[in-house]
């Protein structure tokens, strides 16, 4: 695909074009009965991602900074979803004392997949109580956390971890000095740091556990209509609106990564679009140094106070679905 039709790919145009030739987005069978965790759900694609796990039968927990915001989002799911099953529990992705209480709670559950999708575009230079940049904490350091804290429950069931990045990412290099840089702070330029940062994340993490334990996924959802982007980017938004893609059409490779045995081919730790494994980069100045994925797993234990060693050995491994 060259440089020149990339981005209408990344419309709903493109999308109708992927469905088309690869049908469905969810393989229900043995679905049932499992269990997904979506941060972000309160709204735009992580509620079109829940709700599609609760269609596919999956018991699915909303993780929402706004415990409200959660409920009225279940809420939704139930109303639309004959026999839901859907809980809410108030997840600060920000806060590592939030994700810590969460993660006490939730020891012993399980977890077939977990999909790190909360995160936003800042307008200024916000700091977490504990001096972290929000955008870093809620879209990087935050999930780090949490998958370390779950990783044990999710490799029980040879799970998956889902990380929903952007397609500003290939615009943006990763950078530990930018990432923690205050005195130049653009809120557009730290949150495709951060969706960059993420999809070495995923890679980083793949690289600590063997494949048949836990698969890693970045993904990108392509140019949707969400709050985030019309907020964020507000002229970008209305320029483009007619051409954006729907929620439902940004959450199909999520919920298609979750569920199908045609991703577990695939590197663990790979990037996809719509279905396939896309380039992890467009541009050469975008490109990692040798090294930056270990640097960046020290640096969000640190930043985290949790190692990605957990304490017990990790599940052998189930069916690898």
């Known amino acids: 695909m060259s440089l020149f039709s990339l981005p209408l790919s990344f419309t709903r145009f493109g999308f109708a074009r992927m469905r088309s030739a690869s049908g469905p987005p969810i393989e229900q069978t043995g679905t049932r009965g499992r269990v997904a965790l979506v941060t972000g ?9 829940a709700k599609g796990f609760a269609k596919a039968g999956f018991r699915t927990w909303l993780l929402c900074r706004d415990s409200r915001r959660g409920e ?8 639309e979803v004959l026999g839901a099953d859907v809980e809410v529990a108030q997840v600060d992705l920000a806060s590592m004392a939030s994700i810590r209480d969460f993660g006490a709670t939730f020891a012993g559950r399980q977890v077939d997949v977990l999909v790190h999708n909360a995160g936003g575009i800042q307008k200024s230079f916000v700091t977490t109580s504990t ?11 935050g999930p780090y956390l949490l998958t370390a804290l779950l990783a044990p429950l999710i490799a029980n069931t040879a799970g998956r971890v889902i990380f929903v990045a952007s397609a500003g990412a290939y615009l943006s290099r990763y950078s530990t000095s930018e990432l923690l840089d205050s005195t130049r702070y653009d809120g557009l330029a730290s949150y495709a740091r951060a969706k960059r940062a ?70 663990n730790g790979s990037f996809w679009f719509d279905r396939s494994v896309a380039r992890k980069h467009m541009f050469t100045r975008t490109q990692e140094s040798q090294g930056d994925a270990a640097a960046l797993l020290d640096l969000c234990a640190s930043l985290s106070g949790e190692s990605f060693c957990p304490k017990e050995p990790l599940a052998s491994g189930g069916s690898g679905r």
């Open 131 to 141: 001096g972290l940049e929000t955008t870093f904490a809620a879209s990087v350091v």
């Open 41 to 49: 759900a309160n709204s735009g694609i992580g509620l079109a991602a």
């Open 198 to 267: 993420q999809i070495l994340l995923a890679e980083a993490l793949a690289k600590r556990v063997p494949r048949a334990q836990i698969r890693f996924f970045s993904m990108h959802p392509g140019w949707v209509a969400t709050r985030s982007l019309r907020e964020g980017m507000r002229s970008f938004y209305w320029l483009t609106r007619p051409a954006l893609r729907s929620p439902d059409e940004g959450a199909d490779s999520i919920l298609w990564l979750a569920t199908s045995s045609q991703a577990l081919n695939a590197p």
């Open 72 to 79: 009225t989002a279940r809420d939704a799911i139930v109303a």
